[in-house]
């Protein structure tokens, strides 16, 4: 099982981006999905965005063509890169994939 790194977070005002990334400790390249989630305080834990092996990508309702993930799999990474961010985009983002998670990355957006 792979273990998942995420890092990138931080604190943001409206408007601006971050780029997450997540670094794999092992192959990614067998994994089905990789994803990225995040959980805010007193909500369930949420899709952000998820990658195919093949490239097939899903995206929250939310996003709205603000967000976009990648995968490497040579890289052993999945990054997100985020733009045009919101209050409510404040959460921990998590990296997800094959039954393993990441410890989680805080975003904060002050308005």
């Known amino acids: 099982q792979v273990q998942l790194v995420e890092s990138g977070g931080g604190l943001v005002q409206a408007g601006g981006s971050l780029r997450l990334s997540c670094a794999a400790s092992?192959?990614?390249?067998?994994?089905?999905?990789m994803g990225w989630y995040r959980q805010a305080p007193g909500k369930q834990r949420e899709l952000v965005a998820s990658?195919?092996?093949?490239?097939?990508?899903l995206y929250g309702d939310f996003v709205k063509g603000r967000f976009i993930i990648s995968r490497d799999n040579a890289k052993r990474t999945v990054d997100l890169q985020m733009n045009d961010l919101k209050p409510e985009d404040t959460a921990v983002y998590y990296c997800?994939?094959?039954?393993?998670w990441g410890q989680g990355t805080q975003v904060t957006v002050s308005s």
């Open positions: 997800g994939g094959s039954q393993s």
């Open positions: 092992g192959s990614i390249s067998s994994i089905s999905i």
């Open positions: 990658v195919s092996r093949s490239g097939s990508i």
